[in-house]
């Protein structure tokens, strides 16, 4: 009833003029509206002398800025140079400089109405160019275009998940206040692991160091896990054991059907594994406490090995190859 929108107030007047035609009295039509009479009054007044009109349009505006126009420019201009985390050091400047003080409400209001908001920065890694990462992309589409029967394409990488609670958002009742164990260890899982889009088989292995033996390993598993193909092409990043000598001699061997593709540098965006690898933290690490390394390395095994094969339906849009250019010119990068 008293949200400030204009249509409604519009819509309360309409109503308002229409139950006096109808013989209702101004006490009757406040009660109705949750309005005083005297409200009502002021509009049939205004409708008797100035016709419809001059309900029709609210014509309210809000109180004068305490700043002149050319102050806020320079506020923004301020602003838009660097990154304030707190409205404090954003009172204290115009305070200062415009000699103007305002509430943290309504400096907050002051920013919304000038066009900012309060956003967190996304990290944003170091990229390839935009040419290298338009050729990949041109690449797999290509391959997956035209890939025989006795082919297939897995993406490959290693993550490490740390022994340690990780908070994460959710919705909870106002007032409340949610929280969850944390543990006092900092071991990791290693897990050097692969996998094929089109039918979600993840082969991985749990080496006790992620290396060029894991990466054989992993090479070594997703072969026997695909007896009936020709060519298994293997899509990961420039790591140094991912091209170390022995990747290089198992590739050597005269039955290796292994085809490996780079990714270009600093590109996590161009391989869906990484997706995986977030989903797994969702299902496994995120609000969730382990009593022992033992229990964390469990469930991470599990994930791997029951969850990914039986509910890989329910993320697999998640972990997709809808692949996109990205360069810094699409952001405001901090400095």
């Known amino acids: 009833m008293r949200r400030q929108r204009e249509d409604h107030g519009i819509a309360r007047r309409a109503n308002a003029i229409l139950l006096l035609d109808d013989g209702k009295s101004c006490q009757e039509i406040s009660d109705f509206l949750y309005l005083d009479d005297d409200t009502i009054r002021g509009w049939y007044k205004s409708y008797r002398q100035d016709g419809w009109d001059a309900l029709a349009f609210d014509g309210w505006k809000g109180g004068q800025s305490r700043m002149t126009q050319a102050q806020e420019a320079t506020l923004c201009a301020w602003l838009e140079a660097r990154f304030c985390r707190s409205t404090v050091e954003i009172r204290a400047h115009v305070a ?42 041109a690449l797999y589409e290509n391959l997956m275009r035209g890939l025989p029967a006795d082919e297939a394409v897995y993406f490959a990488d290693a993550v490490h ?99 490996l593709i780079q990714l270009p540098p600093y590109c996590p965006h161009l391989n869906p594994i990484e997706r995986l690898w977030a989903v797994l933290h969702h299902y496994v690490t995120h609000n969730r406490y382990y009593r022992s390394q033992k229990q964390f390395a469990d469930a991470i095994l599990a994930f791997m090995r029951e969850t990914i094969p039986q509910e890989w339906k329910k993320f697999r849009d998640k972990v997709s190859d809808n692949f996109r250019v990205i360069t810094h010119e699409n952001f405001r990068v901090l400095e």
């Not at 919304?112 to 935009?130: I, N, Q, T, W």
């Not at 897990?191 to 039918?199: K, P, R, S």
């Open 161 to 259: 998940p740390e022994y340690q609670t990780k908070p994460a958002f959710g919705w909870v009742k106002v007032g409340s206040n949610p929280a969850v164990l944390s543990t006092a260890g900092r071991g990791r899982v290693n897990i050097h692991g692969a996998v094929n889009l089109e039918t979600f088989d993840a082969p991985f292995v749990e080496p006790t160091t992620v290396d060029g033996v894991s990466a054989v390993q992993l090479l070594t598993k997703v072969e026997e896990r695909n007896p009936d193909k020709r060519i298994i092409h293997v899509i990961w990043d420039n790591a140094a054991y991912h091209k170390g000598p022995d990747v290089r001699a198992f590739l050597a061997r005269a039955a290796c059907r292994i085809h």
């Open 96 to 137: 200062a400089e415009f000699g103007v003080k305002y509430s943290h409400s309504g400096c907050i209001k002051l920013l919304a109405r000038l066009g900012f908001e309060y956003r967190k920065p996304k990290p944003l890694p170091r990229v390839a160019s935009a040419e290298k990462q338009a050729a990949f992309i």
